[in-house]
């Protein structure tokens, strides 16, 4: 990102920075978020832009009003509590599209994006064909709307156990202009769509399933245990119980040579 023009608003932020270097705990999975990243999509925040932090990293920031600056010393001031940055700014970046985030679902991540991309190399074969995918443990719909942006020619249809999740997931749909080609239901895993019509129906199915066993689950950074649903990140007591479950469930509903992608933890 550029910086402000003005002397003084350029040292307003460096100041800022120099303070909030320091305090500021970056999470492994959320490395972009660097102290002078977080600044920047706050400073945007300050000043009505909503945007994740990826995105702010590409604008021109300007100088702030007195207003403004308040309001930023109030936003700095809540993220150095653990609010995450993507549920003050509400957007998170992913595989190159701004989502609307929210407590209501995990915050996407970056390492999810391996799971897009080796979706599509497995789709690759069958380019500019029309494909049926299913994402399940959808949250806010990242894998799926990547999936459909991507590929057009795709109907994507998605689950998830919260059905706040759901709505989110929904919003996103919206926001991207993908709302035609997805379709959001609320329910366990691949129940929504277990019926007999959709018996060897789907080219690949997608899921990025909580894996973190449960006696773990509250020993996570306060970040995330304090902020993110733990129903997004709790995979029974080994971390593999719905992972055991989606590959079973998975197989009737996949066309002969289908593939089912899976985001595990190391070690599984």
């Avoid at 799971?115 to 994402?135: E, F, K, N, W, Y």
């Avoid at 399940?136 to 990547?146: D, E, I, Q, R």
């Amino acid at each position: 990102f550029a910086l402000p023009h003005a002397h003084e608003s350029a040292q307003q932020f460096n100041d800022l920075l120099e303070t909030l270097a320091p305090q500021l705990a970056v999470l492994p999975d959320k490395s972009e978020e660097t102290p002078a990243a977080t600044l920047a999509a706050l400073w945007c925040l300050a000043q009505g832009k909503q945007l994740s932090v990826v995105a702010a990293c590409q604008q021109n920031l300007l100088p702030l009003s007195l207003q403004e600056q308040t309001h930023l010393q109030d936003l700095i001031a809540r993220r150095l509590t653990g609010v995450p940055l993507a549920h003050i700014t509400g957007r998170q970046h992913f595989l190159g599209l701004e989502l609307i985030a929210s407590p209501d679902a995990l915050i996407p991540r970056a390492e999810t994006e391996i799971l897009v991309r080796l979706a599509l190399s497995c789709l690759a074969p069958i380019h500019g064909q029309a494909v049926q995918l299913l994402d399940v443990c959808t949250g806010s719909g990242n894998v799926a709307l990547a999936l459909s942006h991507v590929l057009p020619q795709a109907f994507v249809r998605a689950a998830d156990l919260s059905a706040e999740a759901v709505r989110l997931a929904e919003q996103n749909a919206a926001l991207l202009n993908v709302h035609d080609r997805v379709e959001f239901k609320t329910g366990d895993l691949c129940g929504p769509f277990s019926g007999a019509q959709f018996s060897e129906y789907f080219d690949l199915i997608s899921c990025n399933p909580p894996y973190v066993m449960a006696n773990n689950v509250k020993k996570m950074p306060k970040e995330i245990a304090d902020f993110e649903p733990s129903l997004a990140f709790d995979g029974g007591p080994m971390g593999i119980a719905i992972i055991e479950r989606i590959i079973n469930e998975a197989q009737p509903l996949l066309k002969p040579g289908g593939f089912l992608c899976l985001e595990v933890g190391a070690g599984q």
